[in-house]
């Protein structure tokens, strides 16, 4: 989701997913994670369920700055629809193997009009492991994290299909971008980001 994103001026560290455990908190996979990180006070940049985790990261880790793109700061943030789902457990229904299927549906709901960007989701969605998808989608309609970060900047598209902006209270709005921003338009993404990363203040 970040090949496009011009990272070039700063010393990025990409974390690497790993295999959740047998019923694991996302408190405690967020603590797994840090062990990745080897900067003192580091920026954090998640996108989506990446955002979510970086929230829960930074209860284990002291940050300098948490960016936010296309995800959500607490429970409020998460629409209500999937909130029922959760109480509800109708996603744990789902089969994997169907949420991993690039449709149109799929497409619609990633704002994806192009060819190449469909390539794109369907090599993200085959590359993506059933287990973490199922095990992810479980902690976000299941997120309880009301904490609040006054270090923290979202950034949020105004045509997110997946997470509405209108659930969200956020710093920089994109105008007409979806939660596959950072592939479609991500030449304006990357001028933002830089310029929050390199911003003094949060």
């Known amino acids: 989701m970040f090949k496009y994103m011009d990272f070039s001026d700063f010393d990025a560290t990409f974390i690497e997913w790993i295999t959740p455990e047998y019923k694991e908190s996302i408190e405690h996979y967020a603590k797994r994670l840090t062990k990745q990180i080897q900067t003192e006070q580091p920026i954090l940049v998640g996108l989506s369920f990446g955002g979510i985790m970086a929230i829960e990261v930074a209860k284990h880790v002291a940050t300098e700055k948490i960016i936010l793109i296309a995800s959500a700061k607490t429970r409020k943030e998460i629409p209500f629809y999937y909130r029922w789902l959760g ?14 299927r690039a449709n149109l549906f799929s497409y619609w709901l990633f704002g994806i009009k192009t060819n190449e960007d469909k390539e794109i989701l369907t090599e993200i969605l085959n590359d993506t492991d059933p287990l973490f998808l199922k095990w992810a989608i479980n902690e976000i309609v299941n997120w309880r994290n009301r904490r609040q970060y006054e270090n923290l900047l979202h950034i949020h598209g105004t045509s997110d299909r ?3 902006i209108r659930f969200a209270k956020v710093d920089v709005e994109v105008k007409c971008g979806g939660h596959f921003m950072t592939i479609n338009k991500y030449n304006e993404l990357s001028q933002i980001l830089k310029r929050l990363l390199q911003s003094s203040s949060p």
Do not use: D, E, T
């Open 87 to 100: 109480i509800l457990k109708v996603h744990q229904l789902l089969p994997a193997r169907i949420m991993k």
């Open 162 to 164: 997946i997470l509405p």
